[in-house]
């Protein structure tokens, strides 16, 4: 791993990180034994891990275990639920417990330790008032670490909705100065320093984050992928043998696990959306057979419609037609009516003119002439009287 | 809708189009409105009062009373019972007369508009006399959407209401049909071609000394002068007005008897006043065709005229269609049978309503008057420029239908340009240079006669106004003088009942007649800028270059060669052309 770590400077941004960073460089020899006397809190290392010795300063031994945290140089803290048991927290302290964290933090330029700290705790399995009240004191670390100058680490801790951005993390620190505690000489981070800050600083912010409850292990490892985790590609060989020379294959295999475990959910879930995928796919089947046998029901209901405008309006059209044609037709019996009252009438007074001459010329002797009258008003009459006839439908 | 107004010269009618029919609104007694008004002091008494109160038969001033007051139309003012009066005035009096009564039969009311109506004239009523029946129809709130002359209305109105209307009009393609409109007062004749979806006016004529109310006349005369023989009457037993009137009725009463029965009486009580004598005379029907043959003569030589001067025989009629009153006796139709032949003499039932109805249809159908013939500006060298063609749509009311032409001087050396305008004789479809033309007239404008030919323009400008008055102005640019005339002799057609089409008119068997012979005028305007069209001797006066006979393309014409050395003397002895003692070269 500290192999890998030396790469980091040389190799692309944020795809090359397998764990967070130490700064092994800085490390003293420690022995065992020396750790284990020194060391009131019975803070214990790994093997590898070689143990400062811490002066105990305070009855809770919260100093103590911190102290003997930073002592680690930021190799892997073993720490045992028993170690934290004995802690005695209290909110009285806290001041005195910021002064300490603050002058320890200092040591730790590369801020390797909070989240170290945080992975010890966990594995340690300390909850509780004790976990939160160190978890705040990790945060007090890295708020008045160097590396806290970074107004885009600042942004992150003090924001609610925390999106890690690796890029923006690494160029806002190499704007950042730095010294070594006690030395009072300040520097730049170089390059590789500015990975490692990085890394270091997203490492503890999602543990953090997760041990907050605020993002599910998943957020964790997506977010730990993308920003610190993420390396090229390589073949299949090159990836099974880096895979093959692993020393840790725990985190590997949680890894692996949660992917497995995210990849079932997802193909179960892929399924189920599949057989809702196709029951929907069903349901606009059959909608859309609905849709249309609406569709064509509608195009009937339409046609059927015109239908019956077309044929309102024939019959519309007919009824005007026919009372425009029953009107003339009354129009035309009254005109007939008219046209014979008056040719009777005319007829008649004709009649009664020449009956009345005839019965002059009678009076006067002209029995001829009254005879001929008499024979033309019947005659007239006569005709009349068939001219009548004939127009009822009668022959005689 | 619009109503159909027959304002005749012995009766009126208004009728109008429902339904499949028409209807003819009669007066009380169910008979037309007599085209009679009389006046008493204020009083202005119309109709069939007016008319039975009238003793005199004839057309005009009786007294108080006018008869048939069209006729007076056109005179600026008459005298009626030593009132001057306005003609306008008078006809106004009987229109309104005859649109009141109509509007009150019950027939009428709610279903007719008396505001526009397409009014019948006669054929021999012209432009100022339509002019003036238009503002009397005005004077009724009337507007005269069409004149239609009575015969047209009258073939239209039998056309339009034919059982078998197809089958007929086919009959009657490219046929000659004379109309006879035999009435009360005139008989109007016209002559007519169907021909391709069109009915066209031919020929016009008439007279208005046959008209019915003459026969009732004649017969009342010739029965009391030969009852005064044989009974010894004195010539002072005079009867009184009131049965001299009785005795004119009587008269045509006769007359109906005797179509039904060989012989009739007339008989009035009282008759002759200072003897007491009553009238008694007994007259058989061929006693009454002798008396009225000469009246019968005169109308059938009327129509002989009319076929002759469009040189068109008897037999060339297909159909003679008699409408009118006079219709109805037995003499006039038995010698129309006998001029045309029985089947080709066609007396409706309705003949005494078929104007009015005609002109309903007319106004149902929205039929439009057009021009029957080609009117034509005769130009120089013979040719003719057809300023309003056959077919061309006559005005309405209110519209009025211009041309105008612009023209050229061929000839500006006697200083004036004549316009000729002329008219096909007959009806063709194309018609040639050859054939005879009819002048309506002549119009002339002095022009510069200094000024080269075809320098000069000209404007000639036709105006149809809604009277069917064909008004023409010559104009003149430079010296600009105008003249102006009017013409009223038009021939139009109508369209065919049914039939959209009116194509043009094809060829028919008339005789072109002779060509018109004496003077002509030469005329001396064209439509076109060519001084091939200049005469020869007005050519060579302006450019004597012309007549150099170098090859080129304004070199004279062989024909103005000889036209420009018809007027130079002879170039040795001086003679004009022609000139019998020149031995010269041109002389005989």
Redesign the interface.
Known sequence: MSKQNENLESLPEGQRYVGPVDDGETLQPVNKSQLANENPSNVSVSEESIATPIPPKDSSGTWALLEAAYQSRGRKLSLKKTDFENLSISRSRWSEDVEVIERLTKTDTLLVLPHKFLAAMVQAEVVGSVREHLMNLMREAVIRHPAYRSRIIQEQLSSDQVTPNSKKIKESLSQIRTSEAGTGDEKMYKPIEVNKVAINFLSYLALDQLLRSKWTVERYIDEMFACVWSSKSLGHFATGAELGLAKDHVPLGLLAANYSQRMQLQSQELQTARRMGQHQASRASEAEVERDSGLVEILKLETDLIAKHEETSRLETLLALER??H???Q??H??DN??M???L??QLK?QSE?LS??S??LG?G?L??AN??MD?AK?AIDQEIEHLKSMGGFNQ | MIIGFDFGTTNSLISFV????T??L?D????PFPSVVRYEGQSVIAGREARLALEEVGLGVYGNTVRSPKVLLGNEVVSVGGVERSPIDIVADVIRHVRSESEQN??AKG?VPFDRAVVTIPVTMNGPKRAALREAFAQNGISVVQFVHEPLAALYGYLRTAPDRENLLRKLLKRYVLVVDWGGGTLDLTLCLLNNGSILQLRNGGSDQVGGDQFDEVIRHEVVKRFSLESGIMATDQPTKEARQKLREDSE?LKI?LS??PS??I???GYFPESGT?L?Y?LTRRELDEIIRPLITEGVRQIDALLDSASISPAQVSMCLVAGGMAAMPSIRSRLHELFGPERVVIPEDSATLIAQGAAWMAHDEQTLRLAKDIELEMARGSRLAVLQAGTLMPTDGEIRRELVHLYCTDPSDGKAKFPIVTTRDLKSQPQAGDPRTSLGLLSVLVDKTAPPLVERLELELEIDDNLILNVTAKSSQRANTDKASFYDLEFGIALPGIENLGPVSVIDADSGPFPCGLVVRTNVVDKNDPKLIPGDVLYGHNPNAFSRRPGPNQATEEQLIEHLYYQPCALCRSPWGDPSCRCASGG
């Open positions: 425009d044609a009107s003339a037709d129009l035309h009254a005109n008219e046209l009252r008056t040719r009438l005319r004709t020449l001459d005839g002059h010329a006067s002209s001829k002439t001929e009258f033309r005659e | 429902m339904g499949e029919g209807i003819n009669f009380s007694e169910g008979l019950p027939r279903n009463k008897a039904q029965r009739a009486t008989y009035r009580g009553n008694e007994e």
